[in-house]
């Protein structure tokens, strides 16, 4: 596609169950990362990709948090038994090389009650 | 320590003025810096890169990169009410390629 597409745009869930986030890159991008956004805050790193594989899972939150990427391509970010705290604009962005310009989707925002 | 730091702002300045936007990390290996602009409710979009030490200019923006004193900065010239904005400096480190980015400074540009 001509940029990088995220779904749900918004999400609301209740306390508890699991979620997930789906991010399809730019065709051809091999790096993909994920970043959440709170109200006001500046983005925060949860996890990168390098094709399938995700060398840096540094900045996951906790162990409820996890995510995918199968061929090279499309990425799932699933976040289980949902808090409050988990509430937030998750953003996924790509590159071509993992050197290079990310470019970023327009974000799920997720409200948990 | 943060390892990107920006202040925070708000940020004002009148129509046609010069912005300033400020950055420091704290990572000494870090070889590239981003800066992002972000409206309200929307996604980041690239502003400039720039690599190597010395001013970089694109059209009424400047980054600015001093890596001995491990600050880059962002100016704005002839500052428009559309450039306002919050804008994210973005830095990343050699290793494993993730960025990391600043709280941002949220700039306003009066008419």
């Known amino acids: 596609g001509a940029g990088v597409s995220q779904s749900p745009s918004n999400k609301v869930t209740e306390k508890g169950k699991d979620v997930e986030l789906r991010c399809d890159p730019i065709s051809g991008h091999t790096a993909l990362y994920w970043y959440r956004q709170s109200l006001g805050q500046g983005l925060e790193f949860l996890i990168y990709f390098q094709g399938n594989s995700a060398p840096d899972k540094s900045g996951l939150p906790s162990d409820r948090f996890s995510a995918e990427r199968t061929g090279g391509s499309v990425s799932t970010l699933t976040i289980q038994r949902t808090q409050q705290e988990d509430s937030a604009v998750y953003l996924c962005a790509s590159s071509l090389l993992p050197e290079g310009i990310q470019y970023f989707g327009a974000g799920t925002r997720l409200s948990v009650l | 320590q943060k390892e990107v730091e920006q202040n925070s702002g708000p940020l004002s300045v009148p129509e046609g003025a010069i912005a300033s936007l400020n950055c420091t990390y704290s990572d000494r290996g870090s070889q590239s810096f981003f800066w992002y602009r972000q409206y309200s409710g929307k996604s980041p979009e690239l502003i400039m890169f720039i690599y190597s030490n010395g001013d970089k200019e694109d059209g009424r923006f400047t980054a600015q990169l001093n890596k001995a004193s491990q600050y880059v900065s962002l100016l704005i010239r002839d500052s428009q009410p559309s450039d306002s904005a919050t804008y994210l400096c973005?830095?990343?480190?050699?290793?494993?390629?993730?960025?990391?980015f600043g709280a941002g400074t949220r700039l306003t540009v009066k008419p």
């Open positions: 973005a830095v990343k480190a050699g290793r494993n390629n993730d960025m990391r």
